[in-house]
């Protein structure tokens, strides 16, 4: 089955900086890579995704990579706030209904 | 339009007991999947139901198991519970069945086994 690796763990910016996720899968087959924030006490939510046949998405300050060769995508948050503090999980998913194989989250402290 | 609701929120149990936790989606929607969160492991895929069909299962004991029913509420069961199933559970329902969509998940059902 699929395997999605998250990496940082846990990631500390000064407010103003660049943040970047970096996560991998395993399965070629997969073609979907939403990422979701989950802030402390409340539900995931989906904020930017990706389909694979497109390699950059962005919107605002939150861009997402999808490098299709290397099985790799990532997310870029530019000009942190406090309010981007939260767990970021990214996903990966085929057209076989809604089975999502999740990253192990990145916990991003934005430092005022 | 409701989100997705879960119940119960909070519940204690005891190792041998069992468990049962309801998930109400989305209106309209059709999908219904669970996934098990816990500190360190994300979240973890259980099952997915469609208009009543289990469609995916992911890699858990058969102890685990779900239904749905015709109004598309999902249920989903847990037999001799041990002390690692403590967790949280989240429902998510989505409009889109095709694996390729946002997917709208309820604030989760906290379950602690002692």
């Known amino acids: 089955g699929e395997n999605v690796e998250q990496h940082p763990s846990t990631l500390s910016v000064q407010e103003g900086d660049s943040a970047v996720i970096k996560c991998t899968y395993s399965d070629s087959a997969s073609n979907y890579f939403p990422w979701y924030k989950q802030e402390l006490g409340k539900r995931p939510q989906l904020i930017i995704d990706?389909?694979?046949?497109?390699g950059e998405k962005k919107d605002q300050r939150i861009a997402v990579t999808l490098n299709k060769t290397a099985k790799h995508f990532s997310l870029h948050i530019t000009e942190t706030q406090p309010e981007d503090s939260a767990v970021y999980f990214c996903?990966?998913?085929?057209?076989?209904?809604?089975?999502?194989?999740f990253g192990t989250g990145t916990s991003l402290t934005v430092i005022p | 339009k409701a989100g997705v609701t879960q119940t119960p929120r909070y519940l204690i149990k005891t190792r041998g007991q069992q468990v049962t936790l309801s998930c109400s989606p989305i209106?309209?929607?059709?999908?219904v999947s669970w996934y098990q969160q816990t500190p360190g492991q994300g979240l973890q895929f259980l099952f997915e139901?469609?208009?009543?069909?289990?469609?995916n299962k992911g890699n858990f004991p058969g102890r685990f198991s779900g239904r749905q029913f015709s109004n598309s509420r999902s249920e989903m069961n847990v037999s001799t519970l041990e002390l690692g199933d403590s967790a949280l559970y989240l429902c998510?329902?989505?409009?889109?069945?095709?694996?390729?969509?946002?997917?709208?998940f309820g604030e989760g059902s906290r379950l602690t086994v002692l």
């Open positions: 209106s309209g929607h059709r999908s």
């Open positions: 996903a990966a998913s085929k057209n076989t209904g809604n089975q999502f194989y």
């Open positions: 990706i389909r694979s046949n497109v």
């Open positions: 998510a329902s989505s409009l889109n069945g095709q694996g390729t969509g946002e997917l709208f």
């Open positions: 139901y469609f208009s009543e069909t289990q469609r």
